[in-house]
């Protein structure tokens, strides 16, 4: 069965860095395209990120680009998440997402980053 | 306010129907935005229910349908089961660079 697993969150300083990984299963990764979508405890979703199959230009929503980079390893099947200058305001759960016909297919179960001095 | 809209909160009696709708500030939600639902229950990671405006997963309960109604996409729930009570998020696609989830339709079954 597909497994989404994310992995790398935990505390960290403002102005600090963290690289989270979604390790994927139970599909064929180079096939898929993959997002990430953040959610501030108690709030809503925020779509972040996302990578098409044959890592051509990546996608960004306007309140990470610049700060935040994803990217790809087709031979580990790992989607990561590069998360540089980070402020408490992007205290969140992390979570990868499978992306099939314009749809979220699979989620992950999700990694905390806490933003905290 | 976002700019995919959503009710803040519904309440369905058991075994009632609801619909919960999704609207762009920017004009119609039509099937070009790709419109899909995701449910979450509290303490759980998100689960998508309907993708492409209309279509089911494997996972997805009959009783739940998408569609669109008026200049809105719509999640209807046919049959509510307590087990239904969770948050609802939309999500448009403005595109493959540009992703919009709503802030989410809280549903009480009650």
């Known amino acids: 069965q597909v497994q989404l697993v994310e992995s790398g969150g935990g505390v960290v300083q403002p102005g600090g860095s963290l690289r989270l990984s979604c390790a994927a299963s139970g599909f064929t990764f180079t096939d898929s395209g993959m997002h990430w979508v953040r959610q501030i405890p108690g709030k809503g979703l925020e779509w972040l990120a996302f990578?098409?199959?044959?890592?051509?230009?990546?996608y960004y929503a306007d309140s990470v680009r610049g700060r935040f980079t994803i990217s790809r390893d087709n031979s580990r099947n790992t989607l990561y998440l590069q998360l540089d200058s980070l402020r408490p305001e992007d205290t969140a759960i992390f979570y990868c997402?499978?992306?099939?016909?314009?749809?979220?297919?699979?989620w992950g179960q999700g990694t905390l980053v806490t933003v905290s001095s | 306010q976002g700019v995919v809209t959503q009710e803040p909160s519904v309440t369905v009696s058991p075994g009632g129907t609801v619909i919960l709708t999704c609207g762009s500030i920017t004009g119609a939600v039509t099937s070009g935005l790709f419109p899909c639902w995701v449910q979450q229950k509290p303490g759980q990671a998100p689960k998508t229910l309907i993708y492409?405006?209309?279509n089911r997963y494997s996972w997805t309960p009959a009783r739940f349908s998408g569609s669109l109604l008026g200049d809105k996409a719509a999640l209807t729930l046919s049959g509510a089961q307590p087990e239904d009570e969770a948050e609802y998020f939309c999500l448009l696609s403005y595109g493959t660079e540009r992703r919009i989830f709503g802030g989410g339709t809280k549903l009480t079954v009650l």
């Open positions: 990578m098409t199959s044959a890592r051509k230009s990546p």
């Open positions: 492409d405006t209309n």
């Open positions: 997402a499978r992306d099939r016909k314009w749809g979220f297919e699979n």
